[in-house]
């Protein structure tokens, strides 16, 4: 992954945060981290992109993971 589709998706993790604002209280945007792991599934190939505060005394992840597929 090229840096530039890094950051973008950073900020499209970044967007999430501020949507769900009334849900999670994150206050430091930047200090969110990035998981992306990549599945293999019957539609082709699925990301999981998952938003994480680092600075959570526990792991937890703010919202629900969501899948994008290729459908080939």
Partial sequence: MSPGNLRREILI???VFRNNSSEIMINRFLSVTI????LICFCGVCITLICVDPEASELIFHFKS???CNIL
């Avoid at 998981?35 to 990549?38: G, W």
């Fill in 35 to 38: 998981l992306l792991i990549k």
């Fill in 66 to 68: 969501f899948t994008i």
């Fill in 13 to 15: 993790c970044e967007e």
